[in-house]
């Protein structure tokens, strides 16, 4: 038999309303105590202006550092200002425009407009009065840009230019332009008079990783027992030259975890070869070698580099260019496996240790996609042959790909 709803509200338990949500306040009481406190940091907000003069007024750009050469703004970041006009007479608009450009080298040159935002500021069309002597205006800077149906983050401002491989270079640049419209003046004057001043601005769009990575100083073995999820582990064969007798070796890299790095960290690598020692024993520096260049340390077989890759779609083609953005300094470590050791057919290994550094020089930026411009980094490993004909073992590469940022990450304990 089906349930009325007259039977249905019979068998509810009774209502009762909660009790009212307590009176929050971020400052403790007098009983209570701040146990931890992490403020939120915020960048470094500018009081000053910067002003350019032209022919009939000021452009003022506000909360800018005084000193700098050109404005720079943030990601989402409020573009504030105002125009004073000195000669008002026969002003029709004003208005107001941000554009952004991908300049592109590589043979030839192509130019993508990647933002083109109008916003009037004042119309004689909407006021029957005189165009004022103050005009200000406040706008946010957009975030994403799109092309060809897919949507990309802005990307910040670069130039690199690239001498070594026929003048390639990659440009993104950002302008803010006032335009003032003059109604004409005479009767026998057709064309209204524009007055335009054009200011370039730096975009710097912030970006940090999630979490801290292992400092270059930590004891890699002990850290990589107790925290192996803290660190990627790479593995690749490296295989001796044909018709040479000698099992492959097995190279590890150790790289921390988390595939996000800031320009200019210090990044901890190790550095294993597995096998046995007979193969181990052509990647040990040769004591002939040793002796006679006593005076320097002896060429390393292991590198290890932090490669920039940019990719440039012009005209349906892609041209790609790669740098050396860091290098690694590796160190011996003992114990290892030795030249003289009786039994080349025992089990040991190779390690290096050493902190890769990013050349803030190189990397100007952060790694981003900007569609006809992609700027990816790298961890790259090489084995190098050794010098001479003796060499035992092919060049051996790998790589692991990696997003630089620009900020690096907040201490957790701290509170600045």
């Given at each position: 038999?089906?349930?009325?709803?007259?039977?249905?509200?019979?068998?509810?338990?009774?209502?009762?309303?909660?009790?009212?949500?307590?009176?929050?306040?971020?400052?403790?009481?007098?009983?209570?105590?701040?146990?931890?406190?992490?403020?939120?940091?915020?960048?470094?907000?500018?009081t000053?202006?910067?002003?350019?003069?032209?022919?009939?007024?000021?452009?003022?750009?506000?909360?800018?550092?005084?000193?700098?050469?050109?404005?720079?703004?943030?990601?989402?970041?409020?573009?504030?200002?105002?125009?004073?006009?000195?000669?008002?007479?026969?002003?029709?608009?004003?208005?107001?425009?941000?554009?952004?450009?991908?300049?592109?080298?590589?043979?030839?040159?192509?130019?993508?407009?990647?933002?083109?935002?109008?916003?009037p500021?004042?119309?004689?069309?909407?006021?029957?009065?005189?165009c004022?002597a103050?005009?200000?205006?406040?706008?946010?800077?957009?975030?994403?840009?799109?092309?060809?149906?897919?949507?990309?983050?802005?990307?910040?401002?670069?130039?690199?230019?690239?001498?070594?491989?026929?003048?390639?270079?990659?440009?993104?640049?950002?302008?803010?332009?006032?335009?003032?419209?003059?109604?004409?003046?005479?009767?026998?004057?057709?064309?209204?008079?524009?007055?335009?001043?054009?200011v370039?601005?730096?975009?710097?769009?912030?970006?940090?990783?999630?979490?801290?990575?292992?400092?270059?100083?930590?004891?890699?073995?002990?850290?990589?027992?107790?925290?192996?999820?803290?660190?990627?582990?790479?593995?690749?064969?490296?295989?001796?030259?044909?018709?040479?007798?000698?099992?492959?070796?097995?190279?590890?890299?150790?790289?921390?975890?988390?595939?996000?790095?800031?320009?200019?960290?210090?990044?901890?690598?190790?550095?294993?070869?597995?096998?046995?020692?007979?193969?181990?024993?052509?990647?040990?520096?040769?004591?002939?070698?040793?002796?006679?260049?006593?005076t320097?340390?002896?060429?390393?077989?292991?590198?290890?580099?932090?490669?920039?890759?940019?990719?440039?779609?012009?005209?349906?083609?892609?041209?790609?260019?790669?740098?050396?953005?860091?290098?690694?300094?590796?160190?011996?470590?003992?114990?290892?496996?030795?030249?003289d050791?009786?039994?080349?057919?025992?089990?040991?290994?190779?390690?290096?240790?050493?902190?890769?550094?990013v050349?803030?020089?190189?990397?100007?930026?952060?790694?981003?996609?900007?569609?006809?411009?992609?700027?990816?980094?790298?961890?790259?490993?090489?084995?190098?042959?050794?010098?001479?004909?003796?060499?035992?073992?092919?060049?051996?590469?790998?790589?692991?790909?990696?997003?630089?940022?620009?900020?690096?990450?907040?201490?957790?304990?701290?509170?600045?």
């Open positions: 038999m089906p349930l009325s709803v007259s039977d249905a509200s019979s068998v509810l338990p009774p209502y009762t309303p909660s009790s009212a949500v307590p009176a929050y306040s971020p400052e403790p009481s007098v009983d209570e105590c701040i146990i931890q406190n992490r403020p939120r940091t915020k960048p470094h907000s500018f000053g202006n910067y002003t350019k003069n032209f022919g009939c007024g000021t452009l003022v750009l506000t909360a800018q550092d005084e000193h700098a050469d050109a404005p720079t703004y943030g990601r989402s970041a409020l573009i504030d200002g105002f125009v004073s006009l000195e000669d008002r007479d026969f002003v029709s608009d004003v208005t107001l425009k941000l554009k952004a450009n991908i300049e592109l080298r590589a043979g030839s040159v192509t130019d993508t407009t990647i933002l083109d935002e109008k916003y500021l004042w119309s004689s069309n909407s006021s029957e009065n005189q004022p103050k005009i200000p205006f406040s706008t946010i800077l957009p975030t994403y840009f799109e092309h060809k149906n897919a949507r990309y983050p802005l990307p910040a401002s670069y130039f690199a230019s690239y001498t070594s491989s026929d003048g390639i270079y990659a440009k993104v640049s950002y302008t803010l332009s006032i335009t003032i419209t003059r109604a004409r003046r005479r009767k026998l004057s057709f064309r209204a008079s524009k007055t335009t001043v054009v370039s601005f730096m975009y710097r769009p912030r970006t940090r990783p999630a979490r801290p990575i292992p400092p270059p100083e930590s004891h890699f073995l002990a850290d990589v027992k107790a925290m192996p999820e803290e660190w990627h582990q790479l593995t690749v064969a490296v295989s001796p030259r044909p018709k040479v007798q000698l099992p492959p070796v097995d190279l590890h890299l150790f790289t921390p975890a988390l595939d996000v790095f800031t320009v200019g960290e210090r990044i901890a690598v190790h550095v294993q070869l597995t096998g046995v020692v007979s193969s181990l024993r052509e990647f040990l520096p040769d004591h002939d070698s040793v002796v006679a260049h006593a320097r340390t002896p060429r390393s077989l292991i590198e290890v580099r932090l490669v920039r890759q940019t990719r440039l779609h012009i005209h349906g083609s892609v041209e790609v260019v790669r740098v050396t953005a860091g290098h690694a300094v590796l160190r011996p470590l003992p114990p290892s496996a030795h030249a050791s009786s039994d080349d057919g025992t089990q040991a290994s190779l390690n290096w240790a050493g902190e890769l550094r050349d803030a020089d190189v990397a100007t930026a952060g790694s981003f996609d900007a569609a006809v411009l992609q700027v990816q980094d790298f961890i790259v490993v090489d084995v190098l042959e050794a010098a001479g004909p003796k060499s035992q073992f092919a060049h051996t590469r790998h790589s692991r790909p990696v997003r630089l940022v620009t900020d690096p990450c907040l201490d957790p304990w701290s509170d600045t």
